[in-house]
């Protein structure tokens, strides 16, 4: 071997940066065990069941010959290659696809496994239906119970309005005890404990809100010719029957 001469284009023009020869090995061991592996690959005897397969493909794909007795005897008949059978033509023009089962599962399996995947979507869907049920019912229990609420709170201020409407017109009439005692707005006392044993305030108490504002209207109407939602007293009561719209507030809307 001759020395190499260190002066020359050759050795000049060679790339020395660090580094770049690890990179080259590591590219030469890559394509070395690239190389290796398609080599096994060629080189690797094939199972019974992948010769099984290229050798049924390779059937499948070639067309029925003259040596197939089956063929022949269409041909006597008057068959002609790629002509749909029958006598009218109007049968099958390619042969039924073969279905080969290459799972140990026996005759069924994949139907029953299709069948329980279908039960459990549908299980699904009908859960989810039924969660969408269960939302909108309890949506509307909400809203019922919230406009039950608002009525509720909307009767109570209403009677409110009424027992103090009904204390003031009493004592314009120097009444000075009401008619019953949940007429008048309750003063506020100390000291609650002898009104609750109270007979009057036992009954007054069995009264539902709407119950009572039924009641304090119709005394209002009677006594002093008062409606609480026209805010008017009237003359008499033929001026409050022939002006007054009714004796609720939705007869007033």
Known sequence: DEEEDYMSDLFLKQDV????????????????????KEANEKNRQKSIKEEEKERRDLVLKSALGNENKGFALLQKMGYKSGQALGKSGEGIVEPIPLNIKTGLSGLGHEELKKRKAEEKLENYRQKLHMKKQANEQAADQFRI?????????????????????????????????????????EPEEEDKKDEEDKEDECTSS????????????????????????????????EDLSSNCPGDSAADHD
Do not use: N
């Open 145 to 185: 119970r919230f406009k039950t609420k608002q009525e509720e709170r909307k009767m109570e201020g209403d009677l409110r309005k009424s027992q103090r409407a009904c204390q003031q017109l009493d004592m314009q009439k120097d009444i000075d005890v009401p008619k019953e005692t949940w007429f008048w707005i």
């Open 17 to 36: 940066r660090p580094g770049l020869p690890m990179v080259r090995r590591v590219k030469e061991a890559i394509q070395k065990e690239e190389k290796q």
């Open 206 to 237: 069995d009264l539902s809100v709407s119950e009572k504002l039924h009641i304090l209207t119709a005394y209002l109407r009677e006594e002093h010719f008062y409606c609480i939602w026209c805010g008017t007293t009237y003359e008499d009561s």
